[in-house]
């Protein structure tokens, strides 16, 4: 009697038929493995049979894999750095699909409005183009990712898309956007830091007011070597639950008069 086949990855299913071996009798094992969640490269799932037999060890079957994507990009990832507030960039892509068949590309859908996306054919080919795409860095200073998708026809699942990366930079520069604990066996960790700065050397910072909604968090400020400050946070004792909060300041620039940084204390339990 064979067990039902179980296998290392949920996106693995697999079934053995028929369950029951008479011996010298021989049964056929049918697996799928749903690929939606991979891109491209070396794929590699296991399938364990079992049977009920006193001693029995059992069948390892190993599929491997090379996933080549029908369609393909150079760049994968449009990397535009830092982009100060207000600017607008363009980035460019080849888009070709693998197989040799037209392109067939019918809608590209940005992530974000603040991004635009067009095609273009290349001449005396109908299996490749150019991806143009305009980001304006808007909504704040902030890291951005985001991406362009592209789909056939009416199809509502994307095809391939182009990831997008970059800094959106003001007149305050942060080294870190978002300050983080994880809690475990509510032992108290270390301070957390960051430090701010102008991102025009030739201009000074100031800072003041600054503060924190989360109680339990203590701010300093010190000089930072370089010029801007560092902001040390210090946990001077635990919350009850996981807490979420903010540190704040106020600034000289006029651009960004005040600058949030979300907080985050995650209490884990095990």
């Not at 909060?245 to 000289?252: E, L, P, Q, R, Y």
Request: positive net charge.
């Amino acid at each position: 009697m064979l067990r039902r086949p179980s296998t290392s990855c949920g996106c693995a299913v697999a079934s053995v038929t028929p369950e029951r071996l008479h011996p010298g009798e021989r049964a056929t094992l049918v697996f799928t493995i749903n690929l939606a969640g991979y891109q491209r490269g070396l794929m590699e799932k296991t399938i364990y049979i079992q049977a009920d037999h006193p001693g029995e060890t059992g069948v390892t079957l190993i599929a491997k894999a090379n996933l080549i994507p029908l369609y393909d990009m150079e760049p994968s990832q449009l990397s535009l750095g830092d982009l100060p507030l207000g600017a607008t960039t363009n980035a460019t892509a080849r888009l070709w699909r693998t197989d040799g068949k037209p392109l067939d590309i019918a809608r590209l859908l940005p992530s974000q409005p603040n991004i635009a996306a067009r095609l273009e054919p290349l001449p005396n080919s109908n299996t490749t183009a150019l991806v143009h795409v305009k980001v304006k860095s808007e909504g704040g200073a902030r890291w951005f990712y985001e991406r362009v998708g592209f789909h056939r026809n009416a199809e509502t699942q994307e095809v391939a898309a182009v990831g997008i990366y970059a800094r959106f930079v003001g007149d305050v520069v942060l080294s870190r956007e978002e300050i983080y604990w994880a809690i475990v066996n509510r032992a108290i960790p270390g301070n957390r830091t960051f430090r701010v700065k102008a991102s025009d050397p030739a201009r000074t910072l100031e800072i003041k007011n600054l503060a924190c909604t989360v109680p339990e968090v203590v701010l300093k400020s010190e000089p930072a070597s370089g010029g801007g400050y560092e902001i040390i946070l210090t946990l001077r004792r635990l919350p009850a639950e996981t807490t979420r909060g903010t540190v704040s300041f106020d600034t000289n620039m006029a651009s960004q008069p005040k600058v949030t940084v979300p907080i985050t204390i995650n209490m884990l339990r095990f």
